[in-house]
């Protein structure tokens, strides 16, 4: 069955460190990938997207994904963390083995310590 | 702030009863999404409209329905509730339909079912 993998429950990182969280997808093709981030008693703000091109994407707040087809991985990486940071990370595909929706994975609690 | 706005934040209620969510899009968005974001369950989508029209479905309830009205506001009705309906429902919106779209999110009304 299609699915979104995020590996990592809980992620805790010191501030100012990297930070890199995990997500795999099963698929066929290649999917439309995205990460959303969703801070506490807010909504989901999309971190970047890809749909073809260049394999590194950029996003907002500092962040980028990698695309990596042999590996069917899109995982997300900031290099120095904020305490804003501290978040809910969602990785999430679209594609037509999903019936075209967006399909996310478990989420990936984000901690920063100072 | 994304421009979509959902109302109300939270709403409590007893077993069995019926509530309606609702939900604005941003400004110019013609299709609205529904989402369920539950801890068993994650974050689930639930249907799609596009211009009043249905567009999608998802693992939607029969006991939930949704529609979209001519001013493009939507509203998710849930009936016969039971306490496993508690959960964040989300609604999103974009421009378009299509699976390339941004999906933009509102904060969520929070439901719990006593």
């Known amino acids: 069955a299609q699915s979104v993998t995020q590996p990592d429950i809980h992620i805790t990182v010191s501030e100012g460190a990297s930070l890199e969280l995990r997500c795999n997808y099963s698929y066929g093709a290649t999917p439309y990938l995205f990460w959303y981030v969703q801070s506490p008693g807010q909504g989901l703000q999309l971190l970047l997207k890809y749909f073809s091109g260049d394999t590194l994407v950029q996003g907002i707040k500092g962040f980028e994904a990698e695309f990596k087809r042999s590996q069917s991985s899109f ?27 967006l399909v996310f ?8 310590k100072s | 702030d994304s421009g979509v706005t959902q109302t109300p934040k939270h709403l409590i209620t007893a077993t069995g009863q019926r509530v309606t969510l609702r939900c604005s899009p ?73 699976g390339t779209e941004t999906q933009y999110f509102g904060p969520g009304t929070r439901l719990l079912v006593l």
């Open chain 1, 75 to 101: 995982n997300l990486r900031k290099p120095s963390v904020h305490w804003s940071d501290a978040a809910e990370y969602f990785c999430a595909v679209v594609g037509a083995e999903y019936g075209n929706k």
């Open chain 1, 105 to 112: 994975g478990a989420g990936t609690i984000l901690r920063v």
């Open chain 2, 26 to 98: 941003r400004s110019g968005d013609l299709s609205v999404y529904w989402y369920q974001q539950s801890l068993d369950q994650g974050l689930q989508f639930l249907i799609q409209y596009y211009n009043g029209e249905e567009r999608a479905k998802g693992n939607i309830l029969e006991r939930f329905s949704a529609q979209q009205f001519p001013d493009l506001h939507s509203e998710l009705n849930l009936s016969s509730l039971e306490l496993g309906d508690s959960a964040l429902y989300f609604c999103a919106s974009s421009p378009r339909p299509g």
